[in-house]
Nanobody, 116 residues
Framework: QVQLVESGGGLVQPGGSLRLSCAASGSIFSIYVMGWYRQAPEKQRELVATITSGDTTIYTDSVKGRFTISRDNAKNTVYLQMNSLEPEDTAVYYC??????????WGQGTQVTVSS
């Protein structure tokens, strides 16, 4: 079992920055692929970025060059640095930990609103 707690969301103006954090507990953090997903109103949840235990990263096209995912295995924490935020980035952002089928865990989500 893994428990995930996100923090760092909020209201930011277009062009601004936020850093999301996700603290994990309950299992061996380093073995999991960690990810950030988001869900905007009336839309399906979508992948934002993932990072493996070996620090290989994947980003969805719309955030490439603007967002950076990282992890600190010593702190059991994964981060999402979001720069040059756009109104289209407004969503609830969810942290995910995945190891294999049946080992898939979600946080409760944190709201990010980009608006002037």
């Amino acid at each position: 079992q893994v428990q995930l707690v996100e923090s760092g969301g909020g209201l930011v103006q277009p062009g601004g920055s936020l850093r999301l954090s996700c603290a994990a507990s309950g299992s061996i953090f380093s073995i999991y692929v960690m990810g950030w997903y988001r869900q905007a109103p009336e839309k399906q949840r979508e992948l934002v970025a993932t990072i493996t235990s070996g620090d290989t990263t994947i980003y969805t096209d719309s955030v490439k060059g603007r967002f950076t995912i990282s992890r600190d295995n010593a702190k059991n924490t994964v981060y999402l640095q979001m720069n040059s935020l756009e109104p289209e980035d407004t969503a609830v952002y969810y942290c995910n930990a995945w190891r294999k089928p049946g080992w898939n865990y979600w946080g409760q989500g944190t709201q990010v609103t980009v608006s002037s």
